[in-house]
Structures are given as structure tokens and as C-alpha cells.
């Protein structure tokens, strides 16, 4: 089990910023690599962007490329995901998840584990 904590929700503004960061417990933090999801209100939860075990090689949703940065600080088991919002941004749960298995890094069912979720909340 790799217990995942996310936190730093909260409102946002079209043009404003916002850093969520994810913390895990255990040892093997640097094993894994790291996702970002969100879900809005009645929607499928959909992939955001992905790191890998180093921080060497991130990906991200079309949606919010050039916008959001995924990094990760192995020493203190946090990923983070900067949001620079340069335009009305999407109401909804960011959640974190790990895996350790190959896969689709953009898919759900790639990652082992996942936290409770933080609340974003799109600001007019």
C-alpha cells in the first residue's frame, strides 16, 4: 500500500494560479511513477499528467499542456501539479495515483493506488 494525501485545493481564477501537491508514506516512493486525474461533476475521471520515477519524463492531457507542470521531489515523497490558469479552468477532484506496472500512462486502470482527492474549484 502506498498511502497517497493530496492537498492545496481551492478556488482559481481564469489568469490565477494554484500548486496541489500529493504526499506518500513508505519507502519506495522513488519506485513508483506518478499521475494526476481530475473529474469533474458527472464525467469520467480523466488523466491529467504523468511523471516518472526520476522526473525525467512527464506527459500531459492536450487540455492542459503548456499550462500545468508535473513535478515530483523524491526526498520528500511529494508530487506536485502547478496549475497556471490562463483560462477559465474545470471545476473538479484532483486525485493522485502511483503504479509500478507497464502500461498506458494516461489510463485509469494503470495505476495501484490513489488518494482521497482535493477540490478545485473554477472561479468567475
Known amino acids: 500500500q502506498v498511502p497517497l494525501v493530496e492537498s492545496g485545493g481551492g478556488l482559481v481564477q481564469a489568469g490565477g494560479s494554484l500548486r496541489l501537491s500529493c504526499a506518500a508514506s513508505g519507502r519506495t516512493f522513488s519506485t513508483y511513477y506518478m499521475g494526476w486525474f481530475r473529474q469533474a461533476p458527472g464525467t469520467e475521471r480523466e488523466f491529467v499528467a504523468y511523471i516518472n520515477w526520476s522526473g525525467g519524463t512527464t506527459s500531459y492531457a492536450d487540455s492542459v499542456k503548456g499550462r500545468f507542470t508535473i513535478s515530483r521531489d523524491n526526498a520528500k515523497n511529494t508530487v506536485y501539479l502547478q496549475m497556471n490558469s490562463r483560462k477559465p479552468e474545470v471545476t473538479a477532484v484532483y486525485y493522485c495515483?502511483?503504479?509500478?506496472?507497464?502500461?498506458?500512462?494516461?489510463?485509469?486502470?494503470?495505476?495501484?493506488?490513489w488518494g482521497q482527492g482535493t477540490q478545485v474549484t473554477a472561479s468567475a
Open positions: 495515483a502511483a503504479g509500478v506496472r507497464s502500461g498506458r500512462v494516461g489510463v485509469r486502470g494503470t495505476y495501484d493506488y
